[in-house]
Each structure stands twice: as structure tokens, then as C-alpha cells.
């Protein structure tokens, strides 16, 4: 059978399989096993070994189960709620100034945790039933919620960024540091549409009543201190990184330590919250290494086919295309499989096939994670 119907078949397979609800991990490994012993009979198996191998001697993805603690901790621990009544109190004033508040909520949740969903559970269970018993349109709070957790794969410490770094072979502390000013602006530009939208339909977010806001400013700088909190764990973690003092692992376990210290601190640490933000870690941090050794099988099979080749051939030569017109291509793909893949099942599907070509086109490998992020 020849070698490019065979990469079709895989891809199709797959999408097949995932398109049926079948888990990523079991989908993409299934694929990539069968392909393999297909191939090149029982040496094929050696492809799953070579994997696991290469995923348990990389030292940064010791940062996952950190970065993923810390989150489930401050949101265990109820510190995020902290931070969304520092927002009510000092943006409610505003048109949409609770809506506002939300997206400053969800950027430092993303600082807190590198998982959209992690903000997503959090928006939906602390701003969204505030915001609808406020009056503001089931619409524009949807979208505030859905907006404000995206920021969560892109500012750092983004475990997509991380996931991205392992199979592009990219350092993961230049992307996150290319992560951060995009972020920020995505931030801004959700601010300023909810700001103008409402400033035109005031309906959409009408202010809190003065009764409700009016607070003595020492209560208000109670709150902004407890809100201030998440930042300064954010800022223990990140500046020692950032001029070169500690490495990756050593910040994301400073960043797992004062998310605990200061749970205890507050008293907020129990056994409940232990066990919870414990059992979370180590299934989430299973769940991510079974997706990516199998994103690295699915990879190794596909080089060992030339598929990237063969389609850098066929988009550049026998299509005759320009390397901006195929990367706008990869970027209306995602379009597609958004509409039934989260993030992270997308980035393990495409980037085995797509980060080769990136670099083959000759666009930098980091520019493009954070394209992708986007």
C-alpha cells in the first residue's frame, strides 16, 4: 500500500474515532500502534517504548503537576472567591463593570492555573450566577465567561504552552514569555468591547446600586488585599524565573509551595481540600502524559512515513502555494475540529503533523505555538 494512502488513512481513522467519542489518548494510540505493526510487524512495537522514554526524560514536564496544584489548590481553597469580591466591589460602579471584572478575574486565574477548563469551572460557578442575578444578558455573560477561560491556555503558566513545548521541541520559557503581551492585549480587547457595548446598550450591564457598592474604603482595601494575594504568589513564582534565578521545575514548585502556605495561612487548608486538589493533580497529570505519549507515537509513525514531506510537496509544488497561504489554512482547520476537540486534543492531533511543516516553511517554531494558542 503506498505510504501517503496510509498517513490519509491514519488521520481519517483518527478524526473517525474522536468524531464517535472515543478518548483522545486511546484514539491516537490506537491508530499510531495499528500503523505501526502494519508497517513494520513486531519492530513496531519498539515505537511505544522509544516514546514513554523520551516523555519520562523530559525534566519539564515535571512542571505540570505542579502548575496543576497550585491552581486546584487557590480554587479548593476558595482564595479565587477572594478575588471576584475584590472585583464586585471595586468595578461594580460601572456599566459591565462586573462583566469587566470577570475577564481581570479570569487573567489571574489563568496565572494561577494553565488550564482553560480550571478557569472555565471557576467563571461558572463564582461570576455567572453573580452576573446573572444582576441582570446582565445571558449573552454577553456567556461570552465574558467563555473569553475570559481562553486566556488560560495562552498567559503563562499555560500547560498547553507546556504540551506544545514537548513536541515541537521548543523551550517552554520563551513561550511563555511570548504568551504574556498577546494575552494581555486579548485581555484589553474584551474589556473595551464590553465597555463600549455597554456604554451603547446599558441594559446589557447595568451598574450596581449605590446601596450595594458603597463601602468604608478600609473594607475596600481588605478586600483589594486579599485580592492581591494570587499575585503575589504569581509574582514568587514567575520573577525568579523571568532574571534567570531558578529554572522552570524550581519556579513551578515555588509556585505549588506558596499556593499551599497560603492556603494554610488562611486557614483554609483542610483535609478535603488536600484530598481533592491532590486526586485532581495526579488525574489530570495522567490524563495530559497518556495524550502525549501517544502524540509522540502518532508522530514518530508519521515521519517514519515522509507524510510531512509529502505534504509540503504537494501544497508548495503541485498546489503552487505561498507559506502565509498554507499557514492560513492550518489556522481555518481549526475552526473545524473546534467545533467537537478542546485545545489540547487539537494541539496533539495537528502538531505532530503540522509543527514539521511550520518549520519546513520556515516560521519560527515559537512565533507559531503562540499563534496556534490564539
Not at 450566577?129 to 455573560?141: A, F, N, S, T
Not at 500547560?159 to 517552554?172: D, F, H, S
Not at 511563555?176 to 494581555?184: E, K, Q, S
Amino acid at each position: 500500500m503506498d505510504q501517503d494512502l496510509i498517513a490519509i488513512l491514519m488521520f481519517s481513522t483518527m478524526m473517525l474515532m474522536l468524531m464517535t467519542g472515543q478518548r483522545v489518548f486511546g484514539a491516537i494510540g490506537f491508530v499510531a500502534v495499528m500503523a505501526a505493526l502494519f508497517l513494520w510487524g513486531t519492530g513496531g512495537s519498539d515505537i511505544g517504548f522509544s516514546a514513554a522514554m523520551k516523555l519520562m526524560k523530559w525534566y519539564p514536564l515535571l512542571t505540570l503537576p505542579m502548575f496543576i496544584f497550585m491552581g486546584y489548590v487557590l480554587s479548593e481553597s476558595r482564595i479565587a472567591d477572594d478575588l471576584y469580591r475584590m472585583f464586585h466591589v471595586w468595578m461594580g460602579g460601572l456599566r459591565g463593570g462586573l462583566a469587566i471584572g470577570t475577564i481581570g478575574l479570569m487573567v489571574l486565574i489563568s496565572a494561577m492555573n494553565g488550564l482553560s477548563v480550571a478557569g472555565m469551572a471557576i467563571g461558572a460557578t463564582i461570576a455567572l450566577p453573580e452576573l446573572l442575578r444582576r441582570g446582565y444578558d445571558k449573552q454577553m455573560v456567556t461570552g465574558v465567561v467563555q473569553a475570559g477561560s481562553s486566556l488560560g491556555i495562552l498567559v503563562p503558566p499555560s500547560v498547553v504552552l507546556v504540551l506544545y513545548a514537548m513536541i515541537a521541541r521548543q523551550p517552554v520559557g520563551q513561550l511563555w514569555l511570548a504568551g504574556v503581551i498577546p494575552g494581555l492585549m486579548m485581555a484589553a480587547m474584551f474589556i473595551v468591547y464590553i465597555v463600549v457595548r455597554c456604554r451603547l446598550q446599558p441594559e446589557l450591564g447595568p451598574a450596581l446600586p449605590p446601596e450595594e457598592r458603597n463601602m468604608p474604603m478600609n473594607e475596600k482595601l481588605k478586600l483589594l488585599r486579599a485580592g492581591l494575594l494570587p499575585l503575589g504568589i504569581f509574582a514568587a513564582m514567575m520573577v525568579p524565573f523571568v532574571y534567570g534565578l531558578t529554572s522552570l521545575v524550581e519556579s513551578s514548585a515555588i509556585g505549588a509551595m506558596t499556593a499551599f502556605l497560603a492556603a494554610v495561612l488562611k486557614r483554609r487548608m483542610t483535609k478535603e481540600v488536600f484530598e481533592v486538589s491532590v486526586r485532581q493533580t495526579l488525574g489530570i497529570s495522567c490524563m495530559f502524559m497518556w495524550i502525549i505519549l501517544a502524540a509522540l507515537g502518532f508522530g514518530a509513525v508519521f515521519d517514519g512515513l515522509g507524510a510531512v514531506k509529502a505534504i509540503d510537496a504537494l501544497f508548495t509544488e503541485q498546489l503552487g502555494l505561498e507559506p502565509w497561504m498554507i499557514l492560513i489554512l492550518m489556522q481555518l482547520s481549526f475552526i473545524l475540529m473546534g467545533t467537537f476537540l478542546d485545545d489540547t486534543a487539537m494541539l496533539v492531533i495537528v502538531a505532530p503533523l503540522y509543527v514539521p511543516l511550520v518549520g519546513a516553511l520556515g516560521f519560527d517554531l515559537v512565533w507559531y505555538g503562540v499563534l496556534y494558542t490564539i
